[in-house]
Structure formats: C-alpha cells, structure tokens
C-alpha cells in the first residue's frame, strides 16, 4: 500500500516542524503549508488523504480553508487543531465541514492516533482502485494529472489554469456554475482576475474541445447566471 499523503496547514513552525518530523516518522507522506493560500494550492495539485489544519492561520483562516475543502471534496478527512478550547470555535469548525478537532497543546501521542484513526475510517468508503486517469467527453480524453488532452485537433498541453477549471467543470457536471465561482476555482479566493479574463479562457477551452466553438455542446453559456458543463453522450465502452 502507497503511504497516505496528508497536507499539514500550521503557520507555526515549530510546531509543523514537530508534527512533520513525528508524521514521517509513522510512514507517512506530509506536505506542508503555512498559510491558507498555499494549503489551497496544494489541494489544488496533488490528492491528499488527510488534511491537519491549524484553525488560527495568516491570512485566509482554517475555518474558511475548511469551507473550500469541502466545496471540493465532501469525503477528504479533516483534523482541525485549535489553541482554543471554547464551544462556539469548536462548532464553527464542525459546522465548516471539520471531521474532528485537537485543541493546543495536545499529546503527541493521541495526535497520532486521531490521524491513524481517520485515515482508516475513510479508507472504508474511499474506492480502493486508483482515480480515472482520463477524462472522457465528446472527441476528447484529458489527463489532468499530466496536464494534457487529446483533442480532435490533436495533443495540447493545459496550462494550470486549465486544467483547474477543467477539473471544476468535471466535478460539477451539469450544474450551473457563476462566473465568480469558476474564478475561485481556478484562481483562488479574492482573485483580482476579471472576469473577462475568465470568459477569455471558456473561448479558448471551446476553442479546443467543440466541435463548433461558435455554437458549443459541452462549455455552455447560462445567460445572466455563469456556465455550465454538459458532459453529453460518450461512447460505450
Ligand atoms: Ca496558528
């Protein structure tokens, strides 16, 4: 079995030095982030299966680094780590979607049992087969690991912001999503991108993948309320 890879979210270092050095330790894989933007990236990058987060962050905090989580992933494990012990904390971060919670200072010991603990209980439902390498819709086969994508006009490489809003389209197909919704997809919270610059990349993804960009199939525009994506028919396998 590969080792589980959890993302630790702590801005305080030596306290993430600890939890890094004790989590491999176990056997497991850790990447760190220190801020809430930079967990959010990750999670954007690579899977994960466990997130330890720090609920008092810089910047974007662990409350809302837990609402976009689970905007994304409704079954990805998350251990919420709090210096405060009050009610009203603890339920906002169960109510924000957090699994469980530790509150500082804790046992290192039943840290990592709660991580051990979690981690087993979500492999029960989580698929044991790999995830779908590609995704298949009209002519096209995209690999969003690798960011690349078999079109009819041939291979193309996606860039980032591609392949993100890809993945956001796959992940909500046949929903109407707003245009501000595709740009935290793709750019983060609080983007300063406009939203033409968004509308630019539908243009260009129908540009790839429709047969007739100017009358699209798959990319579809929702007057007044965003896009939305129609997988549609695909062959039978
Ligand atoms: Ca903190």
């Known amino acids: 079995m590969s080792q589980p890879?959890?993302?630790?979210?702590?801005?305080?270092?030596?306290?993430?030095?600890?939890?890094?050095?004790?989590?491999?330790?176990?056997g497991y894989r850790v990447t760190h982030a220190n801020r809430g933007e930079n967990a959010?990236?990750?999670?954007?990058?690579?899977?994960?299966?466990?997130?330890?987060?720090?609920?008092?962050?810089?910047?974007?905090?662990?409350?809302?680094?837990?609402?976009?989580?689970?905007?994304?992933?409704?079954?990805?494990?998350?251990?919420?780590?709090?210096?405060?012990?009050?009610?009203?904390?603890r339920i906002e971060g169960l109510s924000a979607g957090a699994d469980d919670y530790l509150t500082k200072p804790f046992n290192l010991d039943e840290f990592l049992l709660r991580v051990k603990g979690m981690l087993q209980r979500s492999s029960w439902y989580r698929p044991q087969a790999a995830p779908e390498k590609?995704?298949?819709?009209?002519?096209?086969?995209?690999?969003?690991?690798?960011?690349?994508?078999?079109?009819?006009?041939?291979?193309?490489?996606?860039?980032?912001?591609?392949?993100?809003?890809?993945?956001?389209?796959?992940?909500?197909?046949?929903?109407?999503?707003?245009?501000?919704?595709?740009?935290?997809?793709?750019?983060g919270v609080n983007p300063n991108t406009e939203t033409r610059t968004l509308d630019n990349f539908i243009v260009r993804l129908r540009k790839y993948f429709e047969e007739k960009p100017s009358s699209p199939v798959h990319f579809q525009t929702v007057r007044g309320r965003g896009y939305r994506f129609i997988k549609g028919e695909t062959e039978t396998e």
């Open 5 to 26: 890879h959890i993302l630790l979210v702590e801005d305080e270092p030596h306290i993430a030095s600890g939890l890094v050095y004790n989590l491999e330790a176990e």
């Open 40 to 89: 959010l990236e990750f999670l954007w990058q690579e899977p994960f299966e466990l997130v330890v987060l720090d609920l008092m962050l810089p910047g974007i905090d662990g409350i809302e680094v837990c609402r976009q989580i689970r905007k994304h992933d409704p079954k990805l494990p998350v251990l919420m780590l709090t210096a405060r012990s009050e009610d009203k904390d």
């Open 134 to 187: 590609y995704y298949r819709f009209g002519d096209n086969e995209i690999n969003l690991q690798e960011y690349r994508a078999q079109t009819r006009n041939g291979e193309i490489t996606l860039t980032e912001h591609e392949a993100r809003l890809l993945r956001t389209f796959f992940q909500h197909e046949g929903e109407i999503l707003s245009r501000s919704e595709l740009l935290e997809a793709a750019w």
